[in-house]
């Protein structure tokens, strides 16, 4: 008994003592519990939220480009598409079929689903079909009851509704590339698109606006459970352009009648860009939904070049287009006063080299400003050799050429505007006086872009230093707001009104008088009369050869080596208001030179633009000022 | 003698009505409260719905206290007699899994016997103790003293705690040895055994992490630095972490935990519901749970100090010993104060032999307390 006693106290005495180190461990686990909860609660509740709070990405809505009078050029349309959520459908291959009863599906969709489903978590839903129509998406719709798990999913595309007639000017969309990354997290969303060109790309940050958040509880599998907040983000802002959209049709088809043409219309006083026209031009729509290989290598090796926006990138010689800079630098220099008499004989001799005038026969003795009209070559060969380049260059450079616009577009030309200085640094070799006198009449390496032919004009009429551009000056905004005093914001150009007044009265009689190089292509509209100057540039050096033998006619040529036809005008005589230039490239259809072929586009477009006076249709416009200050 | 006819062949001296009488019903309160604790945070894990958790584990706990309250009945003796053969059924069983186990969870852990699929390994948690207070019952201190006498209890605790753990789960061998270990330093095996034993057994740790299978190891070492592989095996105790941490103070709320309920929190209805409880009722909720704990191990030890009997006394301490270590193991491995080895949370996480495991534990408890008089002799018969 004393054994079972001793045993029972030993017994008891390590119970109490095991009780004890229970203690102490229960202890243990309610200071642990204290040391997670309260110590590090905030650590673990950060965690925590980090957790299961994910940041989804909301793609804003991008902003539309609408024209002066608010037309959108650019929309935004909705799309429809069948998506499937694998979970809540009970047999995907039963559930294929039921879809392909009521609308097509290919057998490449139908893997493509299979394979998504398989691959993705079994509430990530599956894309069946895109681009729907409308009554494709209704048939699903009314049919969803028999389609657990089915349903329709609403996006947005980029719908351009004039189609090609605004490409290139407007642009187009597309998904994003790989080095377009970085910066703006939006551009990582799987179906964004961004501005690759034109006016999409120029404007793509203000159209694109910023993207909205949506903060969702998300589970360990990445499944939203719902939504915790919303931040809509900011919807694009609308572009208002200059463009009138019912001009820029207008001489969009007038072009289309030529093979590759462009055409720019400026409202000379304030810059603004009424119709800026490059054709043939592309559908831009094909870029939303993705071009094939096929189709793209198409468009890229069109020897008309629609992906090219001529009118800003198309760089030409500008042929007797020149003139009025050679006759402007030689009335600056005292070269040339307008009655200074030049004997033009058909052909003008320099050294050994001899260079023809256009008319075969030659003009007789000519003043400067019949001269212009009749577009004698003779005239500005003497005028250019009595000048040197150098003048010549800084009078067009002050007339906007030689340099880019800074037109809002990307990727304008500089053109080229030569310079005895540019020459020896670029080609190491001396300036050619033989040079200049192709320089007179707009040739050898004198370059310009239709928008800077059509800037010069605007400058010619307005004695100012004009700068063209797309946007409302009011900007991104709300069309039909006020623009501000856009023609006074130009520095004045400082030529003498009276050397300006000779060159444009030179200019009204090539179209208005009786012999004028134009003449046939007149505005015969009372008060809507224009004037301008037609140009015909060579593309390829006629050799002596040739003209022993006879010049070939154009369409005997190449389309290639034709000459191309420029010209350049403004409307009315007396109060210009509007300019247009255009360019023919080698001649069009019937190969014709400028007062053939372009001048007649400037008739009617410089007629249509004056009826339709959209410069003055804009309320509280300046227009007044400015022509209270030309009288 | 027609009385203890009624009472079946262990009814002893007292009648059913009067055992009934004489049951512990402190503790079945506090058993039943606990269990109570469960079934709210089981309908808290499925979201607020008696489905698919909390009505099963109702329906369990309601069979499970039936068997407790009958095993509380038997009397002691029957124990004593039957106590290896037990341990010998449960041993069998356990080597069947071995042959003809179904596979889940990539362990070996289960006898599906249509109805209950049995784990084995948890019944060799109280065949062991029964085993053990069986073989000490009649030994004295002097024999207790003679190491060759410890032979016997050693190979009844290693050798169910090696086949455990070549199922495998490092859990439930963990508990057989240290249960094992906490009975035989209650009968008095000296403090250099057990030091000589974890030299040994210090040795053997490289003969072990031989054999551990992969998964074992990333827990164990992932346990050492969570941190270091947050997505892969660390997940679940950092995130388990995460989630008692930042349940803070009072928690946030039933049914508000935002880890558990958003799936982060891995086994939230088994093995991790007590973080699923920490998170949704913070520092309070845990520390009142772990307080019903210690309760219950009050009243185990009170149980055997009042118990007459050494038999009596071995069980109620192994069983609550036992008790301690589901508690220590499966709360320390949810705090990351130890690798995730898998063992549930008793009473309250969700499982049906873990549950009838326990309850039958608390059966024999309560039997020690209604037999606490009885006096039983060094070889099971009644001593006068």
């Known amino acids: 008994m004393e054994r079972e006693k001793n045993r029972s106290k030993l017994l008891t005495r390590r119970a109490l003592l095991l009780a004890g180190v229970q203690g102490a461990l229960a202890a243990a686990l309610a200071g642990r519990l204290y040391q997670l909860q309260v110590l590090q609660a905030d650590r673990y509740g950060m965690l925590a939220d980090q957790n299961r709070i994910g940041l989804r990405l909301i793609a804003p809505r991008r902003g539309r480009i609408l024209d002066r009078f608010g037309a959108p050029l650019a929309d935004n349309r909705p799309t429809y598409r069948v998506v499937l959520v694998p979970e809540q459908t009970p047999d995907i291959d039963a559930m294929l079929d039921a879809v392909a009863a009521l609308i097509s599906l290919s057998d490449a969709d139908r893997r493509r689903v299979l394979r998504d489903a398989r691959r993705n978590h079994s509430f990530v839903p599956v894309a069946v079909r895109e681009n729907l129509d409308w009554e494709e998406m209704a048939r699903i719709e009314v049919n969803t009851l028999e389609l657990p798990g089915v349903s329709i999913e609403q996006g947005l595309t980029r719908d351009y509704p004039y189609g090609a007639t605004a490409s290139p000017l407007l642009g187009y969309v597309a998904a994003v590339s790989e080095q377009d990354l970085g910066g703006d997290p939006v551009l990582e969303l799987p179906d964004f698109h961004l501005g690759k060109s034109g006016i999409e790309k120029q404007y793509d940050l203000d159209l694109r606006g910023e993207a909205g958040t949506s903060e969702v509880e998300v589970n360990a599998f990445g499944r939203v459970v719902r939504e915790l907040n919303r931040d809509e983000g900011e919807p694009g802002r609308d572009a208002v352009l200059a463009i009138d959209m019912a001009l820029q049709d207008f001489a969009t088809r007038r072009c289309a009648g030529e093979s590759s043409a462009a055409c720019v219309l400026l409202d000379a006083w304030t810059g603004e860009a009424l119709a800026l026209v490059s054709t043939p031009g592309y559908d831009p729509s094909g870029f939303v939904t993705g071009l094939s290989q096929e189709q793209w290598l198409a468009l890229q090796s069109d020897p008309l070049r629609p992906l090219n926006d001529k009118a800003i990138a198309g760089v030409y010689a500008p042929g007797s287009t020149f003139k009025p800079m050679v006759a402007l630098a030689a009335l600056d220099s005292g070269a040339l006063t307008p009655d200074t008499h030049i004997t033009c004989p058909g052909y003008f001799e320099l050294g050994d080299a001899l260079f023809h005038c256009w008319k075969k026969g030659g003009h007789g003795t000519l003043v400067l400003r019949e001269a212009i009209k009749h577009s004698c070559d003779v005239f500005f060969f003497e005028t250019a050799r009595r000048l040197g380049i150098d003048p010549i260059a800084a009078m067009a450079r002050r007339f906007g050429l030689g340099n880019a616009t800074g037109i809002d577009l990307p990727g304008e030309a500089a053109g080229l505007i030569p310079t005895t200085d540019w020459k020896l640094a670029t080609t190491g070799v001396k300036w050619q006086p033989g040079e200049t006198i192709s320089a007179g009449i707009g040739q050898s390496y004198v370059a310009v872009t239709p928008l800077q032919l059509c800037v010069m004009a605007a400058r010619l009429v307005t004695n100012r230093a004009v700068m063209p551009r797309l946007l409302r000056e009011d900007g991104i905004m709300t069309p039909g707001a006020a623009a501000t005093a856009g023609a006074a914001d130009f520095d004045a150009l400082g030529i003498p009104a009276a050397h300006l007044d000779l060159v444009l009265d030179g200019m009204m009689a090539v179209v208005n008088e009786p012999g004028g190089t134009a003449y046939a292509a007149r505005i015969t509209d009372p008060g809507l009369a224009m004037g301008g100057k037609s140009g015909t540039s060579q593309v390829r050096r006629i050799t002596e050869a040739e003209r022993e033998h006879g010049l070939r006619k154009p369409t005997e040529l190449p389309w290639q080596d034709r000459d191309h036809a420029l010209f350049i005008a403004f409307a009315p005589v007396g109060a210009p208001r509007y300019v247009c230039a255009t360019i023919v490239e080698h001649g069009g259809e019937t190969g014709g030179g400028g007062s053939a072929v372009a001048a007649p586009i400037c008739r009617d477009v410089l007629r249509e633009a004056q009826k339709r006076d959209p410069a003055r249709r804009v309320p509280d416009h300046p227009f007044a000022i400015a022509a209270a200050e030309k009288s | ?384």
């Open chain 2, 1 to 384: 003698m027609a009385e203890r006819d009624t009472a079946d062949f262990g009814g002893g001296n007292t009648p059913v009505g009067g055992k009934l009488w004489s049951l512990n019903w402190g503790l079945v309160l506090l058993v039943t409260v606990i269990a109570g604790v469960g079934f709210a945070m089981l309908y808290s894990a499925a979201n607020g719905s008696w489905q698919p958790w909390a009505e099963r584990q109702a329906i369990r706990f309601a069979v499970a206290a039936i068997v407790m309250i009958a095993v509380a009945l038997i009397d002691l003796r029957f124990w004593l007699r039957f106590a290896y053969v037990f341990y010998g059924v449960v041993f069998v069983l356990l080597v069947g899994v071995e042959i003809r186990g179904a596979v889940g969870m990539g362990a070996q852990r289960w006898i599906d016997l249509g109805f209950i699929q049995l784990q084995p390994s948890e019944l060799m948690k109280i065949a062991l103790v029964l085993a053990l207070a069986r073989y000490f019952h009649g030994l004295s201190l002097e024999e207790v003293g003679k190491p060759w006498r410890l032979v016997v209890p050693a190979a009844l605790t290693l050798v169910p705690a090696a086949l455990v753990l070549k199922q495998p789960d490092l859990g439930t061998a963990l508990m057989l040895v240290l249960g094992g270990a906490a009975m035989l330093y209650l009968v008095g095996v000296r403090w250099w055994m057990f030091a000589f034993v974890t030299a040994a057994g210090g040795g053997a740790v490289p003969l072990v992490w031989h054999h551990l299978r992969d998964y074992q190891r990333a827990r164990i070492a992932s346990f050492l630095d969570p941190e270091s592989d947050p997505l892969g095996a660390g997940y679940h105790a950092l995130q388990s972490k995460i989630a008692i941490g930042s349940g803070g103070v009072f928690g946030k709320g039933f049914m508000a935990g935002t880890q558990a309920h958003l799936s982060f929190l891995p086994a939230k209805q088994t093995d991790f519901i007590f973080t699923m409880l920490a998170e949704e009722f913070g520092l309070v909720g845990g520390l009142v749970l772990l307080a019903l704990y210690l309760l219950v191990l009050a009243y185990g030890f009170a149980i055997a100090f009042r118990s007459r009997n050494n038999f009596g006394r071995l069980l109620a301490l192994g069983i609550t010993v036992n008790f301690f270590l589901y508690v220590f193991i499966n709360i320390a491995m949810v705090t990351g104060l130890l690798p995730v080895v898998g063992v549930p949370l008793p009473l309250v996480s969700f499982g049906g032999t873990a549950m009838l495991t326990i309850m039958f534990g608390f059966g024999i408890l309560l039997g020690v307390y209604v037999h606490r008089d009885t006096r039983i002799g060094r070889f099971g018969d009644s001593e006068g």
